[in-house]
């Protein structure tokens, strides 16, 4: 069965420094992975993907995520935290073999860049 | 803009009421989804269409639950006789390739 898992409920870290949110999936076949951003009230906003190639993928914002295939996370950074980061974050995965590309999400972890 | 929009926002229901709720994808996506969001939770998968064709519905889509994408453009979801454990955020997503995009939400309150 395919699923992800977002091992920290709640990141926190000071603007300026780096953060790190963490990621773990588990799939069948190659994996195709996805991270978004959901403020509140509003829907989920994708941030970057995984589907081949590099292993560090560049998104919007300034985030960046590495696929570690031995590992079978997808962390979610950024060098530099902005107080306007903070907000909840899904990790999802989807099979290459999947037809229908459903994602499956993670649980969340929100962020709170402290000023 | 040219996003995913959906209609209501937010609704308020009794138990035992009928409800549905509106997706309209960007435009030239063919791919649509449904899924649930429950406070604490990602979202999870209810079902798929591909053009006016529903390929797929979870587990979780009982048989109060109907979704139709009639001309595959809009897409409508009902739920028939709500439950309280209905209450959630539907959240409807369209796609052409591999990332979907997202509707900002239904938030579905059962009272």
């Known amino acids: 069965a395919q699923s992800v898992a977002q091992p920290e409920d709640q990141v926190n870290v000071a603007e300026g420094n780096p953060l790190t949110v963490k990621c773990t999936y588990s799939v069948s076949g190659n994996p195709y992975l996805f991270w978004y951003v959901q403020y509140p009230n509003r829907g989920l906003q994708f941030l970057l993907k995984y589907i081949t190639g590099d292993n560090l993928v560049k998104g919007s914002y300034g985030f960046e995520a590495e696929f570690n295939k031995s590992q079978t996370s997808f962390h979610l950074k950024k060098p530099s935290a902005l107080v306007s980061d903070s907000a909840l974050y899904f990790c999802?995965?989807?099979?290459?073999?999947?037809?229908?590309?459903?994602?499956?999400f993670g649980q969340g972890t929100t962020l709170q860049v402290k000023p | 803009d040219t996003g995913v929009s959906q209609d209501p926002r937010h609704k308020i229901t009794k138990r035992g009421q009928n409800v549905t709720f509106r997706c309209d994808p960007i435009s030239e996506h063919n791919r649509l989804y449904w899924y649930r969001q429950t406070l604490g939770q990602g979202p999870e998968f209810l079902t798929y269409?591909?053009?006016?064709?529903?390929?797929?519905k979870s587990r979780l889509l009982s048989d109060r639950f109907s979704a139709e994408r009639p001309k595959g453009s809009f897409s409508t979801l009902e739920i028939q006789r709500t439950e309280q454990g209905d209450s959630a955020m539907y959240l409807c997503?369209?796609?052409?390739?591999?990332?979907?995009?997202f509707g900002p939400g239904t938030r579905l309150t059962v009272t």
């Open positions: 997503a369209s796609s052409l390739a591999n990332e979907q995009y």
């Open positions: 269409f591909q053009n006016e064709a529903q390929l797929e």
């Open positions: 999802a995965v989807r099979s290459s073999t999947s037809n229908t590309g459903k994602l499956i």
